[in-house]
């Protein structure tokens, strides 16, 4: 027994030892290289820049749609790319924006459709995922919604006696 453990481990020996090679004759010089500058340019980002965050349409009537547009620029070092822009709602409705790669230095713009739903002072976010050092930007609307006046009043519920 003692020799067949001892044959094994002889023979364990000499196969992991004899595939080994020297490991910088395989780096190839060329794909260093190429490694040092994709680790160059890796470290830079593109920076989304809106022209404003917030948007206030003011005081505006119950269900009366308004929509406004939110101009942006990349002001960063390599191409800027939104992949979506979202709201928490359906009542906010953002639409235009482009999908393609947008060079450092150039602007774009999107627009944003509010239904006018709500209640008094009313906020909704708009949040931009994009390729920038954060994943995500954010702008706001907001407005004072009146109420409906044609809107039906609750009935009052009859006095007990």
Not at 28 to 42: G, I
Not at 65 to 93: R, S
Request: with cysteine.
């Amino acid at each position: 027994m003692k020799k067949i453990i001892l044959g094994l481990s002889a023979f364990c020996l000499v196969a992991f030892t004899s595939c080994k090679e020297n490991a910088t004759n395989k780096v190839n010089e060329n794909n260093v290289t190429a490694a040092a500058e994709r680790d160059a340019v890796s470290s830079k980002f593109p920076v989304l820049e809106f022209d404003k965050t917030e948007h206030d349409f003011g005081e505006i009537e119950s269900r009366k749609p308004v929509e406004t547009v939110f101009k942006y620029k990349n002001t960063g070092d390599a191409p800027l790319v939104i992949t979506n822009v979202a709201t928490t709602c359906g009542c906010t409705v953002p639409k235009d924006w482009s999908r393609e790669p947008l060079a450092p230095g150039d602007s774009g713009q999107f627009t944003v459709k509010y239904n006018g739903s709500g209640k008094n002072n009313v906020t909704k976010t708009i949040t931009v995922t994009a390729n920038t050092e954060k994943g995500t930007e954010a702008v706001k609307i907001k407005a004072f919604v009146k109420p409906d006046p044609n809107a039906a009043k609750p009935l009052a519920a009859p006095k007990a006696k």
